[in-house]
């Protein structure tokens, strides 16, 4: 089991030598939290999953973004975060593409929702992204939720497991972007369903025993009822 | 860093909305000619002549009124000034930028002004000292604070509030000189004109439009209305058209809905 605990800016988290990820520093042999959040002390790594906060872009990730703007070279998607992704055109069109003979708007439009992967995140110049690969590219339908970017952990749980389970109970189709943008598929009481179960992970992602409650609230509902 | 410019809707919910629509529904919930929901607050500026704060869900805009005497313009030496200005306040969304107000700022500022000027609403002729010389000076500044559609209603509302509220110092002439008294006066308020917006998505009407619905619609008229019906000013926006029955039915709704609003506004500044 996993040690969580509620720390505020300036606590110590950890003595010793461990991983750490963002949002802690290292002071001497101490780990100090940098933010409000849930401190975990795994066995290799510490993490500090704060409260709230923006989406920080980082390579890898799978993200869900909304087309604002596009020019001769390629698209600006809000990514739900300070910064812009970007989504070259090069990426999409491949190495022949000319600004010339290919017409961007034929691929995504302004407003469109395409579901992404960070190519590369550096603090010089507005993330990347990429479409290429199984899954990326435009979303054509689907109820699209915002939740907290801090929260996408937990709604996805461990090893999927919370989201599996809404998906499963709903049957509904549910795509949850790291960036906190969540687009539901299915019907539409599954979706009605689904958007709450979403919402009460945002808001009750401190719970211990969230997953519990989750399933007592997707359970309850199941045979028809509210 | 690219500029984020206006608020952009996601295809797929404008799909969402349009098939709402057609069905006569709304996404919040709303009937198409229902307004959200509005509170008002009057004298909430000490060092105001008078003041309110306007909600209309998450829409808030907060004005003031500042009375002084002025030089009347030559056209009007008989009759006092009033002068509504509005500001869309930086922090007030992700697309609203500090500097030179934009076009947005300036059209609100005046339809907003012509609303209660048309409407004769300050007896102007009541506001005159010295003809040719001196007359009282009614100014309207108006912040919006949150943007979440619909500026022009808002604002209209809190500029009516904040004018019907107002107290000035009552001014005694002589020798062709105009001097302030002791004596707080109301402003001679005639008139309560509230001013409607309607946003066509589509084909249909829907009434007090918020941010998704203003970034999806076609058009957007704004007609406003006296306490007898009687419609004193409109003002059409974006670059599609209205048919003339649409025109009528937008008459219609703007009278209807207007006389609820009047009578929000009464009860909260009596």
Redesign the interface.
Known sequence: MIERRQVIPGDVIAKGNHRYGPYIEKRGDEYVALRVGLAEVGRDEIKLNPVTGPYLPRAEDDVIGKVVDLNGFGWVVDINSCFDGFLPASFVFGREFSPATHDLSSKFRVGDIIGARIESSERSRDPQLSIRGQGYGKIESGEIIKISPTKVPRLIGKRGAMINLISEKTGCDVRVGQNGVVVVTGSPEGIVKTARAVKMVDEEAHAADLMTKVEGYLGGSESGGN | ??M?KNY???????A?LAQLLAGGKRMDERRLDQTRELKIETGLIQKANGSARVTLGNTQVIAGVKIATGIPFPDTPDKGILMVNAEILPMSSPYAEPGPPSEGAIELARVVDRGIRESEMVDLSKLSLVPGKSVVAVFVDCNVMNVDGNLFDAMSYAVVSALRTAKMKKYAVKDEKAEATDQWVPVPVERTPVSVTMARIGEKLVVDPNTEEEASMDMRITITTDDDGNICASQKGEASFISPAQVLEAADTSIRVGREIRAKIMEATK
Not at chain 2, 8 to 14: C, N, Q
Request: no cysteine.
């Open positions: 860093m690219s984020k952009v809707v996601e295809t797929i919910r404008k969402q």
